[in-house]
């Protein structure tokens, strides 16, 4: 009799560990995780004032939700690296005119998600007048580090954003 309770008792403490275990496997499940991954990128001269030049930003970001429950994607900050290690936040940066807002992510699904901004540096004449023509060249170049470094931060329905670094190397494309 003693050995059929030990087994009972055995039996018993397996079963309440792996219900734990398995309960904390999807309770960590269903917490947001949204990740993001750079595909597209184009950065381009836009206007340009006295005391400032714009470059304007179009990115393509596939967005994954690693969660067991859909979430729906609010907005988007975005910050690039300079070369001195401080961030320059994007400006003005939306949703293209194809991904209304807010955008449904199902759950463990990607989506594509396209964004523009607006990058703002101070007006340089040494790259406007003097860089053979290569104007944006030379505002990305001095500004920028290389690989560039993006920070991306998504704003979704579940309270604390997602935050990602995304990069890209512009040798690799350059040699493409």
């Excluded at 009972?8 to 949204?34: H, K, N």
């Excluded at 940066?93 to 901004?117: C, E, S």
Aim: glycine share 8%; with cysteine; net charge positive.
């Amino acid at each position: 009799m003693e050995m059929m309770s030990m087994a009972s008792f055995a039996g018993s403490a397996f079963s309440t560990i792996a219900t734990g275990y398995f309960w904390l496997v999807r309770a960590r499940r269903e917490r947001p995780d949204l990740r993001a991954h750079l595909v597209e990128r184009e950065i381009f001269l836009s206007s340009g004032r006295a005391e400032t030049r714009h470059l304007g930003l179009k990115l393509g970001i596939i967005v994954a939700n690693y969660s067991l429950l859909p979430n729906a994607l609010l907005g988007v900050k975005l910050s690039f690296k300079q070369r001195d290690g401080s961030w320059q936040q994007v400006q003005n940066v939306r949703f293209d005119q194809a991904t209304p807002l807010p955008f449904n992510i199902p759950t463990m699904q990607t989506v594509m998600l396209r964004v523009n901004g607006t990058l703002v540096f101070p007006t340089n004449k040494q790259f406007e007048e003097d860089n053979g023509g290569n104007i944006l060249g030379g505002y990305v170049d001095h500004h920028l580090t290389d690989p560039r470094e993006i920070r991306a931060e998504l704003q979704h329905l579940n309270g604390r954003p997602c935050r990602e670094l995304l990069t890209y190397s512009t040798k690799a494309a350059a040699a493409a």
